[in-house]
């Protein structure tokens, strides 16, 4: 996989001093978050960006080394949307027949066995039925600059999602520090398949990511029938599977000792290194879906190879993108990289 045009011009152009705009504190060198393009008058010297009321940052300047993640950019990647939590147990819509253009719909469980089901036709646990989300559908960390999981599309916005239209696509989400994501995972991946509709996701909010212990929402009749044997041979309450909070789930990881053991390892991943954040922003694009979560939601879209697959193993070592400023390289070097095969 090349790295991203976008990130290699950001490379070449930042390999030498720079005109730094925000934010506005005094090492934003170090945090520099929006560089001066080079046609920009600020950017022409540093007399010139201390006229415009900005910092210059010399290349030599070892505040300079620990730079901001270079965020992808691009026809392909859609910008300023953010991501939202939930876990309701019910049979996510995209595990009926006729969703999407699909070789088979994604895979739901039987209640009560945690068997997959080979019937689209059965009713949702939430419905009165006994289709329940599989618990393989919470996600989990594939290396330290990539996760995997499934999550809910919305129905509508600037951003082309559109509900059950998308069942069965792949996105590659990348952390933007726009909003809501720890510093520590701006930059880093999470690779989603969707498998449900959000109906009150709408307008800036592109994804509804299923994270055990992240809210039930409106639909929180269906954990306890899924689950009913509580901890101690007692009965799991509606309040165990999110804290009593149907909107954002448990405040911390203690709440997730509250759940089923086959949840425990989702609702861990939200507090980890991974995420730890609070309805972060993202930029997304569609990708070819990996096996991996293909191999779990047993569905693949009839159009997957026309999109770019993911080496996922190319994005240890912290990420595509939030390593690519790590440390600057000269503008020679730069060059160099974008002939790399990574």
Not at 89 to 107: E, F, Q, T
Not at 206 to 212: C, E, N, T
Request: glycine share 12%.
């Amino acid at each position: 996989m090349r790295l991203p045009l976008a990130v290699l011009a950001a490379l070449a152009r930042t390999a030498a001093s720079y005109c730094c705009f925000y934010p506005e504190t005094t090492d934003r060198c170090v945090n520099c978050q929006s560089i001066a393009e080079d046609s920009n008058y600020c950017a022409a010297s540093e007399t010139k960006c201390n006229e415009c009321g900005h910092v210059w940052c010399a290349a030599n300047d070892d505040s300079t080394a620990a730079a901001t993640p270079v965020l992808p950019d691009g026809p392909e990647w859609q910008l300023g949307t953010y991501t939202t939590r939930y876990w309701d147990c019910c049979k996510p819509s995209c595990a009926w027949n006729s969703k999407g253009d699909v070789d088979r719909p994604v895979l739901a469980c039987e209640a009560e066995t945690g068997e997959i089901l080979t019937d689209a036709n059965v009713a949702s646990v939430c419905d009165g039925g006994t289709a329940a989300s599989c618990a393989s559908n919470q996600p989990w960390t594939y290396n330290d600059g990539v996760s995997l999981g499934f999550a809910a599309a919305s129905v509508g916005g600037n951003h082309g999602l559109n509900g059950d239209e998308n069942c069965g696509q792949c996105y590659e989400l990348v952390w933007s520090n726009e909003g809501g994501a720890h510093a520590d995972i701006v930059g880093k991946s999470h690779i989603i398949q969707v498998t449900n509709i959000g109906y009150d996701v709408t307008g800036d909010h592109s994804f509804d990511l299923q994270i055990p212990g992240g809210g039930q929402g409106i639909f929180d009749t269906g954990c306890v029938r899924q689950f009913p044997g509580g901890l101690f041979g007692g009965y799991y309450s509606t309040d165990d599977f999110d804290c009593g909070v149907r909107y954002g789930g448990c405040a911390d990881e203690t709440g997730c000792s509250r759940l089923p053991s086959e949840l425990r390892a989702g609702c861990e991943w939200r507090f980890g290194d991974s995420y730890g954040s609070d309805n972060p922003y993202v930029r997304f694009r569609r990708v070819r879906c990996p096996a991996e979560l293909v191999e779990i939601s047993g569905s693949t879209p009839r159009d997957d190879d026309e999109y770019e697959a993911v080496d996922l193993d190319a994005y240890a070592g912290g990420g595509l993108y939030s390593r690519a400023l790590g440390r600057r390289p000269g503008f020679a070097l730069a060059l160099f990289l974008g002939g790399l095969m990574i």
